[in-house]
């Protein structure tokens, strides 16, 4: 789970850069699942990783809709309302059920979160890669 692997790439490196950070983040809820499943209290630690993962998709968001934009993509809104549906997602889980239940809901953030990214970026980022690279490829 949440490794990168070829096929995820959309053969811009900055934006392969920020796939891979964030299944990096993706990687950081597995390991607070298995210490949540030992017992332990990690209330903090997914507080600060569900802000992390907030605030980093929200950057990475931002910079492929610019470059989306910039190169003339169509389909921009589409997927504008893509990411907008995920960052609700993620601003919606309820803190005090995460708190009260970690094992369960971290289980299932994780099982929204690997689906939810290796899905975007296969069917849905895919989709910008030619005109977007055609567009760098004109810029530089
Ligand atoms: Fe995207």
Request: no cysteine; aromatic share 12%; glycine share 2%.
């Amino acid at each position: 789970m949440f490794e990168w692997n070829e096929k995820l790439s959309v053969g811009i490196s900055e934006i392969d850069e920020q796939h891979k950070k964030l299944l990096e983040i993706g990687r950081k809820f597995v390991d607070v699942l298995e210490s949540t499943e030992s017992g332990y209290d990690e209330y903090d630690e997914l507080r600060k990783l569900l802000a992390n993962l907030y605030n980093y998709t929200e950057y990475h968001f931002d910079y492929e809709e610019e470059l989306m934009e910039k190169a003339g993509y169509a389909d921009l809104h589409s997927h504008h309302i893509q990411h907008e549906k995920f960052k609700e997602k993620i601003s919606e889980i309820d803190l005090d059920e995460l708190d009260e239940d970690q094992y369960i809901y971290t289980m299932e953030i994780l099982d929204f979160l690997s689906n939810w990214i290796v899905n975007h970026i296969l069917k849905i980022d895919t989709q910008y890669k030619p005109i977007v690279l055609n567009y760098l490829s004109k810029e530089n």
